[in-house]
C-alpha cells in the first residue's frame, strides 16, 4: 500500500484528494451497478436538474481507525435512512438502504490508506451526494440521477478543537422557512446559511445560533450542527419542524439516558439560556463544540457558561463515551459501528 505523505495530526476540516470515489446511476425506472472513478470531476449536461432546481442532497459519515487496528464506520444505516429522506423531501429516487451501506463499504476499502492512524484524532469522512442528472428546462423532478460517494482525511471541525467556542445569535438570519426543507440535508440549507455563517466569522464568533424562522422566540440549530444544553441532570435539545435530525444527537440522547440524565426535547426560549449549566453544538463534523458564551448581538446580551476556557462535566463525559464508542475503546452496547473487512 502505497504512503500517504500526510501529517495527520495536522489535519483541518477540509477537503484532501484521494484515490477513487464510487458512483451509480438511477436511469431507466432502475438503480445501477456500483461503479469505481479515480476522477474527481463529474460530467454533467449544462441543464441538468441539479443546477437549475437544486434537485441535490448530501450525507455526512465517518470511519475511524480504532487502538484495536479495526476499522469502524459509525450507524451508516442512519445515515441511508435520512439520504431516503431527503430525496423524498425533494421528488429524488431515493437509494435504498443496503445500496448506500454497500457504496459505503466499497469507498473506505478502495481508499484505506487514506484512513488516519489511531491517536491522531483524525478520520475519514465519507460524503455522498445525490443529484438530478437529466435535463430539464421547466419546474419538475429529473428522471435519471446519480449517487457519488466520496472520501477525504479529516481534522476538527472547528479550528480549538474540543474547547469551548463563541457564538453569536441573531433575529436578522434564517437558515429555512417554518415548514420548509430544514429537516432535510439539502445544498440550499446550507446556501442559505453562508451570508450568516459569515458575518458571525467578521464579529470574531465560531459560528451563528439560529432562532426559530416563526416566532423569533426559540433557540434552533447552531450553524450546521444541532443545539443541546444541560442543567438539573437534564438533557435538552430543541424540538423544532426546521432542525436536521442530527445522527450525532440522537447519539447523545442514548448516551445521557445511559448515563441516568433525564432528556427533554422541546422548545427552549431565548431567555433560558440563563439558566443552564452547559451548551454545546453536535454533529458528525465536530462530534461536540461546547459553548463558553453566547452574545445575542441584536440587544447587546451575553451569555455564560461554566468555567472558563473548560468544557462542562456532562458534555465531556458525553463527548468522551461517543469518541470512545467510534474507536472502539467503550463497548459498542447499542451495535451502532460497523467493522470494515478488509480481507
Same mark, same amino acid.
Given at each position: 500500500? @502505497?504512503?500517504?505523505?500526510?501529517?495527520?495530526?495536522?489535519?483541518?476540516? !477540509?477537503?484532501?484528494?484521494?484515490?477513487?470515489? %464510487?458512483?451509480?446511476?438511477?436511469? &431507466?425506472?432502475?438503480?445501477?451497478?456500483?461503479?469505481?472513478?479515480?476522477?474527481?470531476?463529474? $460530467?454533467?449536461?449544462?441543464?441538468?436538474?441539479?443546477?437549475?432546481?437544486?434537485?441535490?442532497?448530501?450525507?455526512?459519515? @465517518?470511519?475511524?481507525?480504532?487502538? &484495536?487496528?479495526?476499522?469502524?464506520?459509525?450507524?451508516?444505516?442512519?445515515?441511508?435512512?435520512?439520504?431516503?429522506?431527503?430525496?423524498?423531501?425533494?421528488?429524488?429516487?431515493?437509494?435504498?438502504?443496503?445500496?448506500?451501506?454497500?457504496?459505503?463499504?466499497?469507498?473506505?476499502?478502495?481508499?484505506?490508506?487514506?484512513?488516519? $492512524?489511531?491517536?491522531?484524532?483524525? !478520520?475519514?469522512?465519507?460524503?455522498?451526494?445525490?443529484?438530478?442528472?437529466?435535463?430539464?428546462?421547466?419546474?419538475?423532478?429529473?428522471?435519471?440521477?446519480?449517487?457519488?460517494?466520496?472520501?477525504?482525511?479529516?481534522?476538527?471541525?472547528?479550528?480549538?478543537?474540543?474547547?469551548?467556542?463563541? %457564538?453569536?445569535?441573531?433575529?436578522?438570519?434564517?437558515?429555512?422557512?417554518?415548514?420548509?426543507?430544514?429537516?432535510?440535508?439539502?445544498?440550499?440549507?446550507?446556501?442559505? !446559511?453562508?451570508?450568516?455563517?459569515?458575518?458571525?466569522?467578521?464579529?470574531?464568533?465560531?459560528?451563528?445560533?439560529?432562532?426559530?424562522?416563526?416566532?423569533?422566540?426559540?433557540?434552533?440549530?447552531?450553524?450546521?450542527?444541532?443545539?443541546?444544553?444541560? @442543567? &438539573?441532570?437534564?438533557?435538552?435539545?430543541?424540538?423544532?419542524?426546521?432542525?436536521?435530525?442530527?445522527?450525532?444527537?440522537?447519539?447523545?440522547?442514548?448516551?445521557?439516558?445511559?448515563?441516568?440524565?433525564?432528556?427533554?426535547?422541546?422548545?427552549?426560549?431565548?431567555?433560558?439560556?440563563?439558566?443552564?449549566?452547559?451548551?454545546?453544538?453536535?454533529?458528525?463534523?465536530?462530534?461536540?463544540?461546547?459553548?463558553?458564551?453566547?452574545?445575542?448581538? &441584536?440587544?447587546?446580551?451575553?451569555?455564560?457558561?461554566?468555567?472558563?476556557?473548560?468544557?462542562?462535566?456532562?458534555?465531556?463525559?458525553?463527548?468522551?463515551?461517543?469518541?470512545?464508542?467510534?474507536?472502539?475503546?467503550?463497548?459498542?452496547?447499542?451495535?451502532?459501528?460497523?467493522?470494515?473487512?478488509?480481507?
Amino acid at each position: 500500500m @502505497k504512503e500517504t505523505n500526510l501529517e495527520w495530526e495536522k489535519l483541518s476540516f !477540509s477537503y484532501v484528494p484521494t484515490d477513487f470515489n %464510487v458512483r451509480c446511476t438511477y436511469k &431507466d425506472g432502475k438503480w445501477g451497478e456500483i461503479e469505481v472513478s479515480d476522477s474527481e470531476y463529474v $460530467p454533467m449536461h449544462i441543464a441538468a436538474a441539479c443546477l437549475h432546481y437544486g434537485q441535490e442532497s448530501f450525507e455526512g459519515l @465517518k470511519a475511524f481507525r480504532g487502538k &484495536d487496528g479495526k476499522v469502524r464506520v459509525f450507524r451508516m444505516e442512519e445515515n441511508a435512512k435520512r439520504f431516503i429522506r431527503s430525496a423524498e423531501g425533494i421528488s429524488m429516487q431515493p437509494m435504498p438502504v443496503e445500496l448506500f451501506c454497500e457504496m459505503v463499504r466499497k469507498v473506505v476499502k478502495l481508499n484505506e490508506r487514506f484512513i488516519p $492512524p489511531y491517536g491522531t484524532g483524525a !478520520s475519514l469522512y465519507i460524503r455522498p451526494l445525490e443529484i438530478g442528472i437529466s435535463p430539464q428546462i421547466g419546474v419538475s423532478p429529473a428522471k435519471e440521477y446519480m449517487v457519488v460517494m466520496l472520501v477525504t482525511p479529516v481534522g476538527p471541525y472547528f479550528k480549538n478543537g474540543f474547547n469551548p467556542i463563541k %457564538v453569536c445569535m441573531s433575529r436578522e438570519y434564517d437558515r429555512v422557512a417554518p415548514k420548509g426543507t430544514g429537516s432535510i440535508k439539502i445544498g440550499g440549507n446550507y446556501a442559505a !446559511s453562508l451570508n450568516a455563517g459569515q458575518k458571525a466569522h467578521e464579529l470574531g464568533y465560531s459560528v451563528m445560533l439560529y432562532i426559530d424562522p416563526k416566532e423569533k422566540k426559540y433557540l434552533d440549530e447552531c450553524g450546521a450542527a444541532n443545539f443541546f444544553a444541560i @442543567k &438539573d441532570n437534564t438533557y435538552i435539545t430543541p424540538h423544532s419542524e426546521s432542525i436536521l435530525p442530527s445522527i450525532t444527537n440522537k447519539s447523545l440522547v442514548q448516551l445521557a439516558e445511559d448515563l441516568g440524565l433525564k432528556v427533554e426535547r422541546r422548545h427552549i426560549p431565548i431567555d433560558e439560556l440563563e439558566t443552564f449549566e452547559e451548551c454545546s453544538a453536535c454533529g458528525t463534523a465536530a462530534v461536540c463544540s461546547p459553548i463558553g458564551q453566547i452574545d445575542d448581538i &441584536d440587544n447587546g446580551k451575553t451569555y455564560r457558561f461554566g468555567e472558563e476556557g473548560k468544557a462542562g462535566k456532562i458534555t465531556t463525559e458525553l463527548y468522551n463515551k461517543l469518541r470512545g464508542i467510534q474507536y472502539g475503546e467503550e463497548p459498542d452496547t447499542h451495535g451502532w459501528c460497523e467493522i470494515i473487512d478488509f480481507d
